[in-house]
T-cell receptor, first 116, second 115 residues
Framework: GESVGLHLPTLSVQEGDNSIINCAYSNSASDYFIWYKQESGKGPQFIIDIRSNMDKRQGQRVTVLLNKTVKHLSLQIAATQPGDSAVYFCAENGLYGRDTGNQFYFGTGTSLTVIP | DSGVTQTPKHLITATGQRVTLRCSPRSGDLSVYWYQQSLDQGLQFLIQYYNGEERAKGNILERFSAQQFPDLHSELNLSSLELGDSALYFC??????????????FGSGTRLTVV
């Protein structure tokens, strides 16, 4: 089956630097993508989303870039802070279940560690 | 607080036993989803319910079952438990039954340990 995957399982950055987390997806029919943040002991938390008719979307300190040509997503975090330390997941809607349900497909996650 | 409530937070049980995990969705959300997260694994979709009816099934074992009640809370039943069932089980909810452009709101999970 098709899958969502992440390029790097771990990432360490210095506090104040920018972070970039990458994600590859394989279902070209996916038209909605979400980045989630999961802190230790907590459930995934929505960070930012993007639709396939966009190639960039900005939030507060976060930017998501979508390259449909190569089926690649990235999450950029500006001025990374210790509170950003978490596992980050990308998810695609895949359109697998558009007619039968609502299923997001998640990658295994990238663990971001911010060094003070 | 995400608005999605899961109980219990932790559960330790022996192999062969049966447990029930409970989820109350966010107010107004009609869909409930169950996901399993094992060590070093991503979130694996198990099953979705919408307004009381099963809507989609993922990689859910036959030993597992779920239901959604008229008040929209959901229960995930895990039986004949094996060591490999030890994982975090997350419930999520959304307002819609179909993918559309709606994301999920996740609960804080139930950590199941099978010994």
């Amino acid at each position: 089956g098709e899958s969502v995957g992440l390029h790097l399982p771990t990432l360490s950055v210095q506090e104040g630097d920018n972070s970039i987390i990458n994600c590859a997806y394989s279902n070209s029919a996916s038209d909605y993508f979400i980045w989630y943040k999961q802190e230790s002991g907590k459930g995934p938390q929505f960070i930012i989303d993007i639709r396939s008719n966009m190639d960039k979307r900005q939030g507060q300190r976060v930017t998501v870039l979508l390259n449909k040509t190569v089926k690649h997503l990235s999450l950029q975090i500006a001025a990374t802070q210790p509170g950003d330390s978490a596992v980050y997941f990308c998810a695609e809607n895949g359109l697998y279940g558009r007619d039968t349900g609502n299923q997001f497909y998640f990658g295994t996650g990238t663990s971001l560690t911010v060094i003070p | 607080d995400s608005g999605v409530t899961q109980t219990p937070k932790h559960l330790i049980t022996a192999t062969g036993q049966r447990v029930t995990l409970r989820c109350s969705p966010r107010s107004g959300d009609l869909s409930v989803y169950w996901y399993q997260q094992s060590l070093d694994q991503g979130l694996q979709f198990l099953i979705q319910y919408y307004n009381g009816e099963e809507r989609a099934k993922g990689n859910i074992l036959e030993r597992f079952s779920a239901q959604q009640f008229p008040d929209l809370h959901s229960e995930l039943n895990l039986s004949s438990l094996e060591l490999g069932d030890s994982a975090l089980y997350f419930c999520a909810s959304s307002v819609s039954s179909s993918t559309g452009w709606y994301g999920y709101t996740f609960g804080s999970g139930t950590r199941l340990t099978v010994v």
